[in-house]
């Protein structure tokens, strides 16, 4: 079968990941720079100063991502190019970038979708309270109405922010990622609701700028799949979908009911208690904008059945179950289950935004880089994706993480999850087996994932796993 006629084929960055050049055409300072710099904080010591020095090669790239056949390229915007100090005096060298990048991905015949926010907050701002401080949402409006002024002619599909989730908890809470802060969950809480009414602004903004604009959003998926297709464990993979039983930020729901029905969950509520955060009089009102399409990124998840006490129950993965290189699991399956349940709840035309996987991918002697096991693991994901599109849910695109090798936060560059292969030292890209049979699935919209002799319950066989559970 092959996928819907308007079906939008695309690959994923971030501006931190790759351009690197984090001090030329007067770009100000992120915490992202910062946190760079501080003993300890990512592997190997590395940076994104250089990272893949995208702010220089851009043509180069684009003419990269033009070989593929992409459809779409997602990319984000530093704050800090635009307005150095994070408000006040714009920075036109930061613009006249984005407009020379947009401009060239156009003649290549590529769609632009813009993030605005992947997590280069200004330093500037953060030194005036950053995400604790309210008027940061104030402040993203700002920002935002500047972009779209600029830009908006040209782009038409807007993502303010990438992963909240990951802001505020990873940020703010653990210190793993850039400002590096381990707050109270309560100021937590805080963040999380100045990033929700950030959005919201934002959306306000970029509506209020440019009449044809198409909003999105692109939250991080925690994706419970059920362990057989028993009706007991499909309901016990939902509610451990969005049951809220942690005392963090992490669930969906916690983000998207506020969007999408403009109130916090009953149980995050219970459960978080003293540390919900303080709202205003109209702020959901602003939180709850309609948008247009429900982007998600989802790289892995957990299996779950029902358990005897009725309650959802983690199942462990066999022993020597895949891994990707940082890790996660290989769960294709979430891009089947995890679709499903968030259209079910939310019944908004959805786009993978991420999904992808890390590889110890290097370059062969015969020049080549030869990732089989990406190139699986985008066919089962996309298999599970189609699955999904069969049974209803209203899927417009899918974008792969990452175009390019690049820089993976804390991680350093260890990790890669590109199409196209970076090497860091000589700048040169090679595009990987992945790339090329990523090109033809595009081609043929699709007709490519059906013609192999793939057998796509082999890695996650149910039955298998529920016997390994009941010994
Ligand atoms: O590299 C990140 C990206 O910035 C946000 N989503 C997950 C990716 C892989 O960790």
Redo the contacts with the bound molecule.
Sequence with gaps: MQFPEHFVWGAAT?AY?IEGATTAGRRGESVWDRLCQRAGAIKHGHTGFTACDHYHRYTEDIALLQKIGLQAYRFSIAWPRIFPNGTGQVNHVGLDFYDRLVDCLLEANITPYVTLF?WDFPYALYCKGGWLNRDVADWFAEYTTTVVQHLGDRVHHWMPI??PQ?VAMVGHFWGGHAPGDKLQLNQVMQIHHHLLLAHGKAVQAIRATSSNSIVGIAP?GSVSVPISSHPDDVEAARQDTFAITERETISETLWLDPIFFGQYPEDGVDVLAKDMPQCQPHDMDIISQPIDFFGI?I?TGKSVRRGDNGQPQYIPPPPGYPETH?RWLVLPETLYWGPRFLWERYHTPMMIT?NGMSNVDWISLDGRVHDPQRIDYIQRNLLSLQRAMTDGVDIRGYFY??AFDNF??AEGYQQR?GLIHVDYTSQQRILKDSAYWYHDVIQSNGATLTTSALRPDILYNSEHISTLVTE
């Design positions: 971030s990941q992947h990438n992963e990951v991080s990124n790289y940082i991420e993480w990452s993976e936060w999850f």
